[in-house]
């Protein structure tokens, strides 16, 4: 049986869950305090597919506030981008475009069309905060071709699939090219 390795790069501001979403999958928990990812955070899924397994390494990269933070080697060769904002901050929305163009531009991905990606709307769960509309995410997701999710770190909605979609994605636009 075919097994196949593709990277996962996890983005976005501070404090939107992107630790959180990693943990939630990778070990069905969650925890309400937010501690800084200082470099890098490495992890790997296994996924089964009909035509084989594939593993997913998922790189949760700190640092992301200034530009340089961006220039790392934890970037390189990623095969799936996934950005990540918070729906209870407008100013975590406001940044994604920049971060989408410095890290496709700018960084080592190269701005190929092999790079796929899903734009991600975090902490769905609290809904009374939100200020960024659900509407709003899938426009901004189609604009820059990435699948658009609402997810929640905290209830696990979502979660999977996310991380499902990386797997298969990856597989679909890299498998024997
Ligand atoms: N209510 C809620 N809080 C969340 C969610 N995801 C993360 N948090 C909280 O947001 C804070 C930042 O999470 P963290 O994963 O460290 O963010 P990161 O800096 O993007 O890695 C923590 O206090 C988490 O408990 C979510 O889906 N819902
Ligand atoms: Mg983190």
Request: glycine share 6%; hydrophobic share 40%; with cysteine.
């Amino acid at each position: 049986m075919s097994v196949q390795l593709y990277k996962a790069i996890i983005v976005g501001p501070p404090n939107v869950g992107k630790t959180s979403l990693v943990r939630r999958y990778q070990s069905d928990e969650f925890r309400e305090t937010h501690t800084a990812t200082i470099a890098a955070e490495l992890s790997a899924a296994s996924f089964e597919f009909p035509e084989g397994r594939v593993v997913l390494t998922i790189a949760d990269i700190g640092g992301q506030e200034s530009f340089a933070g961006l220039r790392h080697q934890f970037y390189q060769g990623a095969h799936h981008l996934i950005m990540v904002y918070d729906v209870t901050s407008r100013p975590s929305f406001e940044r994604i475009t920049a971060l989408y163009e410095a890290l496709t531009e700018k960084i080592c991905i190269q701005r190929e069309k092999f790079l796929g990606g899903s734009l991600v709307a975090n902490k769905s769960d609290m809904i009374d905060d939100a200020q960024v509309a659900a509407h709003e995410g899938q426009l901004l997701a189609d604009l820059l071709t990435l699948k658009f999710f609402e997810t929640s770190a905290k209830t696990g909605k979502n979660v999977s699939e996310l991380f499902h979609y990386a797997a298969a994605e990856s597989r679909r636009l890299h498998f024997s090219r």
